[in-house]
């Protein structure tokens, strides 16, 4: 999943997308700057407009949904 996100966070133009963990939950990324990769891919941070952030163990990701309506 995490050559997933990279592929994502890296299209022209950016498509926002969803990030689905293993417990059920989704985190939105809008933008392209609301997501980061560590260097060695084993953390990848989510942020929101609020400041929120997520810590997410790239074993936890279940998948990455496109949101092209960006909802």
């Known amino acids: 999943m995490i050559d997933e996100m990279r592929k994502?966070?890296?299209?022209?133009?950016?498509?926002p997308?969803?990030?689905r963990t293993s417990d059920?939950?989704?985190?939105?990324?809008?933008?392209?700057?609301?997501?980061?990769?560590?260097?060695?891919?084993n953390r990848v941070i989510v942020t929101d407009d609020k400041g929120?952030?997520?810590?997410?163990?790239?074993?936890?990701?279940?998948s990455v949904i496109e949101q092209p309506n960006g909802a």
């Open 24 to 41: 059920g939950r989704e985190y939105s990324v809008p933008k392209v700057d609301h997501a980061y990769i560590t260097p060695r891919g």
């Open 52 to 62: 929120t952030v997520a810590i997410l163990g790239p074993l936890h990701i279940n």
């Open 8 to 15: 994502q966070l890296a299209r022209v133009p950016f498509v």
């Open 17 to 19: 997308f969803s990030v």
